[in-house]
């Protein structure tokens, strides 16, 4: 397991930014995925953006070309810049570990969670 503990969230004008910064509290270079979620007020959690072990990334739709994701196993840390935020954009943001581990009795999948940090976006 691995513990997870997100900051950099707050409240921002429609069209600023702000960076959200992940920090484990071990090594993440055998983490297979380290990616955001965020849940919004009355609505299932959803995939913000994912960083894989192997370098790809991957973006929900409402985020392409907005948001960036990096990874730096070094320093145990993962990143979410956002742009051009809108409205839609204001939830609780959540940092995940997803780790699949493969054995005689087949792969076992760990997911561990920050507690999230709030962002909201409004004039």
């Known amino acids: 397991q691995v513990q997870l503990v997100e900051s950099g969230g707050g409240l921002v004008q429609p069209g600023g930014s702000l960076t959200l910064t992940c920090t484990a509290s071990r090594s993440i270079i055998s983490i297979n995925d380290m990616g955001w979620y965020r849940q919004a007020p009355g609505k299932e959690r959803e995939l913000v953006a994912v960083?894989?072990?192997?370098?790809?990334?991957n973006y929900a739709d409402s985020v392409k070309g907005r948001f960036t994701i990096s990874r730096n196993n070094a320093k145990k840390t993962v990143y979410l810049q956002m742009n051009s935020l809108l409205p839609e954009d204001t939830a609780v943001y959540y940092c995940?570990?997803?780790?699949?581990?493969?054995?005689?009795?087949?792969?076992?999948?760990?997911?561990?969670w920050g507690q999230g940090t709030q962002v909201t976006v409004s004039s």
């Open positions: 995940n570990a997803h780790k699949i581990i493969y054995s005689n009795d087949g792969p076992t999948v760990l997911d561990d």
């Open positions: 960083a894989s072990s192997g370098g790809g990334t």
